[in-house]
């Protein structure tokens, strides 16, 4: 089955043709992150206006690459939730004309469903179930427990600020550009680990938060360079030392990933039958992160971590959650009625 397949939830406009959920004829990403660098964050009414832009070369990119014509496509599909809501409205608008003109069924997936979907894709060997899912991208740090294709179970999440969020902002205290992911994971080569001590977060159960750690890498900030607590946190990064940013950004960045992977391992602890950890969303590109997770903690459990290219927003991991549905029975979605939704928890 050839799935055109298209994802426009936040700042990439991504198509990509995927066959039996696995096999990637295409893959095209246009990123906005140049855009947004300027503006040190995501502007949502720009975002939807650049996928305006793009999303139908976009399409036409992938179809070309994969070098098919739309008559040989078996159905489309499309991130609908969650996400910015003008996002959303341009890829599943997009996905919903297609299907009607071309008399295609259509189907609408989950994007967390779809990044734990991006360790499916290619032709390495593929978790096993039952797994358990990290996912960890800008707006979500959930650990998700997989029984079987097509069912999850959230064990675990956060309650405050997700994972990507913290690095964005702790980005933003040390004067590093956005996105914060990969600017602290840069600066924090450099660093040094032990040299500031942030604390873990005492949430019960699999459940995290992140906002105290955002907060605390602040405090921090401020004691070290000897100003009250009341110093606004744009007033920090230029009295920050290149040596203190990369410090800061390293101890950061060890607190965050030992306290994710913490949970992971009382996840397992609570679910001995687990047979895969699989790592989701935008923060599974991180090395450390990654390192960490395949350091022998979790035993004889297989990790499973997305190829980078797979980690942040594209499309093919859309296409092959998508087949992953088909076969366990899900029905196609009606394009005349699709709905969106900002925010929903996968089912
Ligand atoms: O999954 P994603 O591309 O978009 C969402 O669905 O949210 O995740 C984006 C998040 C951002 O917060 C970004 O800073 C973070 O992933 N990220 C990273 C790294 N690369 C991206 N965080 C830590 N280390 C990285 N190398
Ligand atoms: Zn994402």
Redesign the pocket.
């Known amino acids: 089955m050839k799935i055109l397949a298209i994802e426009s ?2 700042d ?1 406009t991504a198509a990509a043709v995927i066959e039996n959920g696995t096999k990637i004829l295409s893959n095209v990403v246009v990123s906005q992150v140049d855009i947004f660098a300027a503006y040190g964050g995501v502007i949502p009414e720009v975002a939807a206006r650049s996928h305006l832009e793009a999303i139908l070369p976009v399409v036409h990119k992938a179809l070309d690459d994969a070098g098919l014509t739309k008559d040989e496509i078996d159905s489309i599909a499309v991130t609908h939730t969650p ?1 910015l809501m003008g996002s959303l409205l341009i890829g599943t608008l997009t996905a919903r004309m297609l299907a009607i003109l071309w008399g295609k069924p259509l189907y609408a997936t989950h ?1 967390l469903k779809s ?1 734990i979907y991006a360790n499916w894709l290619g032709d390495g060997l593929v978790p096993e179930f039952p797994l358990l899912a990290l996912v ?5 740090t959930q650990i998700i427990y997989m029984s079987e294709h097509n069912q999850f179970e959230i064990i675990g999440t956060t309650r405050d600020d ?4 913290c ?2 902002k702790v ?1 933003k205290i040390l004067g590093l550009p956005y ?4 600017s ?2 840069k600066c924090a080569e450099k660093g040094d680990i032990r040299k500031y001590k942030l604390p873990h977060p005492k949430v019960d159960g699999l459940d995290f938060s992140f906002s105290g750690l955002k907060t605390a890498v602040l405090r921090a900030v401020q004691n070290e360079l000897g100003l009250p607590i009341t110093t606004p946190s744009y007033e920090l990064k230029e009295n920050l030392s290149e040596q203190q940013k990369a410090d800061f950004a390293a101890s950061f ?1 060890e607190t965050a990933c030992e306290i994710l992977l913490e949970k992971v391992a009382r996840a397992l602890e609570e679910r001995p039958e687990v047979k895969s950890i699989v790592l989701a ?3 599974s ?3 450390v ?1 990654k390192e960490k997770a395949q350091d022998g903690r979790f035993g004889g459990v297989k990790v499973f971590i997305p190829e980078l290219k797979w ?3 594209n499309a093919a991991m859309v296409g092959a959650a998508a087949y992953f549905e088909v076969v366990s029975g899900v029905k196609e979605t009606d394009p005349y009625s699709l709905s969106i939704a900002p925010r929903t928890d996968i089912a």
């Open positions: 939830s936040c990439e996400g994007h990044h960890v991208s800008g707006g979500h997700a994972v990507g969020e690095f964005d980005a996105p914060g992911g990969p602290i994971a960045q969303g935008g923060v590109a991180n090395q992160l980690t942040g927003d």
